[in-house]
């Protein structure tokens, strides 16, 4: 089942970003590609033709990430983060920076399961409106409805 019309990205107060969409697999899968630093790259891409060279996950709180994407022409972009509260399979949270540019935001993500289906719930805490706005305007939405197709897609081959 394709549950790409579920992705819903949405700004409920000056700060926040709140991204939903739900996957036809359950909360222990999608908790599994979220965290699993040989499964991150085979679907969370950035834009067309970039790959995902570096992906360090220490899951555990006080534990850092470093994702690291690279162009077909050699462009780079990265981001890191520290884990702040982890709760597998439920819950995680953790600050992101982006390689230098950009504040640093809070991420919550919240999986819960219904039915054997599961919602992701990615809310993003932003330290100013401006820089809410900001990533509002970078293609965010675009960005990660991409991922979040992928994700589908390789949730299937795990199940």
Do not use: H
Not at 41 to 59: A, F, H, N, R, S
Not at 122 to 134: A, I, W, Y
Request: aromatic residues 10%; negative net charge; contains cysteine.
């Amino acid at each position: 089942m394709n549950n790409a019309e579920t992705f819903q990205l949405t700004t409920p107060t000056d700060l926040e970003i709140v991204m939903t969409r739900v996957f036809d697999a359950p909360r222990n899968l999608v908790f599994e590609a979220w965290t699993t630093p040989k499964y991150l790259p085979q679907w969370m891409l950035g834009p067309e033709g970039w790959t995902m060279p570096v992906c360090e996950i220490d899951l555990r709180t006080g534990g850092t990430w470093r994702f690291a994407w690279r162009s077909s022409d050699g462009k780079e972009m990265g981001m890191s983060g520290v884990y702040k509260e982890v709760a597998p399979p439920e819950r995680i949270v953790s600050t992101e920076s982006w390689g230098g540019y950009g504040p640093e935001t809070i991420n919550t993500l919240v999986l819960t399961e219904k039915d054997g289906k599961t919602t992701i719930t990615n809310t993003k805490l932003f330290p100013t409106k401006e820089s809410r706005d900001m990533a509002l305007k970078s293609g965010m939405k675009e960005g990660v409805d991409a991922s979040f197709k992928r994700l589908e897609e390789f949730l299937s081959t795990l199940a």
